[in-house]
């Protein structure tokens, strides 16, 4: 995955939240992100081989097999379509494929229109409105913000609204269900509102937002380390280490993850021997780590140890590939 640009040309593996199911930098991320879906009745053989797919970041076999699953033979019914269809769409997003993402959303969008005029006897047109998933809602939205649309903030206020009226409503009813569907709802749309915000270059108003995902959600790791990254774009790095001393105190972190935030500091201040020597302490706790080999291998670079750096990402490939390394000649 790409590494985001840092001052002066520097690069280390650093994405920040990147929408709710954004370019997350470990497969337990992924998953925690991809959690967000709120899963019903799913098809227990497909539906998981599709998450685990996803929680591996493997998007280009989450499009082959969701797309096996839709045009196959077996029947599906309306939420496992869904479900199949909104996995789909990440998948998309994350290669980039938005105009064939909004042209899903639009397909399905459309056979939900048909699917309720039929069960409804007629009354479709009207149930539709407010039936269509939120995912499906906050993934269109997510669209318009990664293409870089002028209608990107508009579209993400209108469905804030639209969930707080809702969470006025269970509240209200004591729902303590739809309380908790609300703030996993508003969780998923504020991390898109910061990445939005990320990627216009507005870093105040990212911070922001993600302070107030950590303060509605306090627990949170992933919170806790997307802010450690936007304060190293912002050139906090003071913040920064703050933020990765508290993780390491409060939150249930690996010491991988560290090693690695811990590198991403000292790369972004230039001091590439130390950042090598943590992104080499995540690669000794997890081979298979390709992020801090990506890291290490660019930190090598800046050293001008160039033959290391092409043997480490050499050494990354093949510990991925597993049994389709080559042995030694």
């Not at 097999?65 to 869904?82: E, F």
């Not at 993850?257 to 590198?263: D, K, L, S, T």
């Not at 500091?265 to 997890?286: C, H, N, P, V």
Request: proline residues 2%; negative net charge.
């Amino acid at each position: 995955m790409e590494g985001s640009s840092l001052d002066q040309g520097k690069r280390v593996h650093n994405d920040p939240v990147d929408g709710f199911l954004g370019r997350a930098n470990s497969r337990e991320e992924a998953a925690i992100l991809l959690s967000n879906l709120n899963p019903v009745t799913p098809d227990v053989v497909t539906i998981d081989s599709i998450k685990y797919l996803a929680s591996s970041l493997a998007w280009g076999a989450v499009l082959e097999a969701s797309g096996s699953i839709l045009h196959g033979d077996v029947q599906l019914d309306i939420n496992t379509k869904l479900e199949v269809i909104t996995f789909r769409i990440a998948a998309m997003m994350q290669t980039r494929q938005f105009d064939r993402a909004a042209e899903q959303i639009a397909a399905i969008r459309e056979d939900m229109r048909k699917y309720f005029l039929e069960a409804s006897d007629g009354l479709g047109e009207k149930l539709e409105s407010t039936y269509v998933p939120f995912e499906l809602k906050a993934l269109s939205v997510d669209i318009l913000a990664r293409k870089g649309s002028p209608k990107a903030l508009e579209a993400f206020y209108e469905l804030k609204d639209h969930i707080e009226i809702q969470h006025k409503a269970c509240s209200e009813r004591s729902d303590g269900a739809g309380v908790a569907v609300w703030r996993s709802r508003e969780q998923m749309l504020l991390s898109s509102l910061a990445a939005y915000y990320l990627r216009s270059q507005k870093i105040d108003a990212a911070l922001d937002t993600v302070r107030e995902l950590i303060r509605r959600n306090p627990d949170s790791a992933v919170y806790c380390f997307a802010l450690l990254r936007i304060l190293v774009l912002s050139g906090n790095f003071s913040a920064a280490r703050e933020v990765l001393s508290r993780a390491a105190e409060y939150h249930n972190v690996t010491a991988t993850e560290i090693h690695m935030h811990r590198g991403i500091i000292l790369a972004a201040e230039g001091s590439f021997d130390e950042a090598l020597d943590e992104f080499e302490g995540a690669i000794l706790l997890d081979s298979r780590n390709t992020a801090a080999a990506n890291n290490a291998a660019i930190c090598l670079l800046h050293l001008g140890r160039i033959d290391e750096a092409i043997e480490k990402l050499v050494s990354a490939v093949c510990t991925k590939m597993d049994s389709t390394c080559p042995g030694p000649s």
